[in-house]
Protein backbone atom coordinates (compact mmCIF):
# COMPACT_ATOMS: atom_id res chain seq x y z
CA UNK A 1 0.00 0.00 0.00
CA UNK A 2 1.59 3.57 -1.09
CA UNK A 3 2.11 6.59 1.18
CA UNK A 4 -0.85 8.92 1.35
CA UNK A 5 -0.59 12.33 2.35
CA UNK A 6 0.99 16.03 1.44
CA UNK A 7 4.41 14.72 3.09
CA UNK A 8 4.42 11.74 1.04
CA UNK A 9 3.67 13.72 -2.45
CA UNK A 10 6.27 16.14 -1.25
CA UNK A 11 8.84 13.61 -1.04
CA UNK A 12 7.82 12.23 -4.40
CA UNK A 13 8.05 15.22 -5.91
CA UNK A 14 11.40 16.29 -4.36
CA UNK A 15 12.87 12.92 -5.34
CA UNK A 16 11.06 13.50 -8.93
CA UNK A 17 13.15 16.63 -9.44
CA UNK A 18 16.18 15.48 -7.88
CA UNK A 19 15.69 12.87 -10.86
CA UNK A 20 15.30 15.59 -13.50
CA UNK A 21 17.86 18.27 -12.33
CA UNK A 22 20.76 19.21 -14.34
CA UNK A 23 23.95 18.34 -13.57
CA UNK A 24 25.80 14.59 -13.28
CA UNK A 25 23.87 11.72 -13.01
CA UNK A 26 25.93 9.99 -10.38
CA UNK A 27 25.68 13.11 -8.04
CA UNK A 28 21.91 13.26 -8.54
CA UNK A 29 21.53 9.99 -7.38
CA UNK A 30 23.48 10.68 -3.99
CA UNK A 31 20.72 13.48 -3.71
CA UNK A 32 17.84 10.68 -4.72
CA UNK A 33 19.53 8.31 -1.86
CA UNK A 34 19.96 10.86 0.81
CA UNK A 35 16.18 12.40 0.04
CA UNK A 36 14.72 8.80 -0.26
CA UNK A 37 16.17 7.50 3.01
CA UNK A 38 15.04 10.43 4.75
CA UNK A 39 11.19 10.17 3.76
CA UNK A 40 11.59 6.51 4.73
CA UNK A 41 12.79 7.39 7.94
CA UNK A 42 10.23 10.16 8.50
CA UNK A 43 7.76 7.44 7.54
CA UNK A 44 6.53 9.51 4.68
CA UNK A 45 7.01 6.80 1.79
CA UNK A 46 6.86 2.64 2.21
CA UNK A 47 9.75 0.76 1.16
CA UNK A 48 8.59 -1.52 -1.54
CA UNK A 49 10.22 -4.66 -2.40
CA UNK A 50 10.88 -3.39 -5.75
CA UNK A 51 12.41 0.14 -4.41
CA UNK A 52 14.55 -1.56 -2.11
CA UNK A 53 16.49 -3.59 -4.86
CA UNK A 54 16.53 -0.51 -6.75
CA UNK A 55 18.44 1.34 -3.99
CA UNK A 56 20.11 -1.69 -3.60
CA UNK A 57 21.24 -1.56 -7.24
CA UNK A 58 22.18 2.28 -6.91
CA UNK A 59 24.36 2.03 -4.17
CA UNK A 60 26.22 -0.70 -5.87
CA UNK A 61 26.43 1.16 -9.18
CA UNK A 62 27.95 4.05 -6.97
CA UNK A 63 30.24 2.44 -4.81
CA UNK A 64 34.21 3.86 -5.56
CA UNK A 65 37.11 3.62 -3.93
CA UNK A 66 38.58 6.70 -2.13
CA UNK A 67 40.25 8.92 -4.57
CA UNK A 68 38.66 6.71 -7.36
CA UNK A 69 36.16 8.89 -10.04
CA UNK A 70 33.15 7.29 -11.39
CA UNK A 71 33.26 6.75 -15.08
CA UNK A 72 30.59 6.00 -17.64
CA UNK A 73 29.34 2.69 -16.58
CA UNK A 74 28.59 4.10 -13.23
CA UNK A 75 26.63 6.77 -14.79
CA UNK A 76 24.99 5.40 -16.96
CA UNK A 77 23.71 2.72 -14.76
CA UNK A 78 22.41 5.55 -12.34
CA UNK A 79 20.51 7.24 -14.93
CA UNK A 80 18.82 3.42 -15.44
CA UNK A 81 18.15 2.61 -11.97
CA UNK A 82 16.74 6.48 -11.26
CA UNK A 83 14.09 6.16 -14.18
CA UNK A 84 12.97 2.67 -12.62
CA UNK A 85 12.79 4.39 -9.20
CA UNK A 86 10.68 7.24 -10.64
CA UNK A 87 8.19 4.63 -11.80
CA UNK A 88 8.39 2.82 -8.28
CA UNK A 89 7.60 5.91 -6.48
CA UNK A 90 4.18 6.24 -6.84
CA UNK A 91 3.67 2.25 -4.85
CA UNK A 92 6.17 4.09 -1.97
Known amino acids: M ?3 GPA ?3 ARRDVRELIAAKGHSVD ?6 ARINEALEA ?3 VLTPELKTYL ?4 QALEQDEGQKL ?4 AEAARFILRAI ?7
Open 2 to 4: SST
Open 8 to 10: AEA
Open 28 to 33: NARAVI
Open 43 to 45: GHL
Open 56 to 59: TDLN
Open 71 to 74: GGKS
Open 86 to 92: DRELDFA
